[in-house]
């Protein structure tokens, strides 16, 4: 699946995400809310975020759901 998101981009759009769970499918307003987050400081990556299809938005929301995975530790009982 083609991103059109160079490495970097595609990482500041999984750090936009830090403050969410993301459970099983992509949320509906997943695309909105990270394109909102980066308008201040990206403006350009906002863009390209809108324009996502929903394949697209898809991939993303497992990369950004296997990310979370990676570098969250489990929680102790």
Same mark, same amino acid.
């Given at each position: 699946?083609?991103?059109g998101l160079s490495l970097i981009e595609l990482m500041e759009v999984v750090r936009t995400c830090d403050s969410i769970e993301?459970? @099983?499918c992509t949320p509906p307003y997943l695309r909105d809310?990270?394109?909102t987050r980066l308008d201040d400081q990206f403006a350009a990556l906002a863009a390209k975020t809108r324009k996502l299809n @929903?394949?697209?938005m898809d991939a993303i929301c497992e990369y950004i759901k296997i990310t979370h995975r990676l570098i969250r530790r489990p929680q102790r009982p």
């Open positions: 699946m083609y991103l993301i459970e @099983d809310f990270i394109a @929903d394949q697209q």
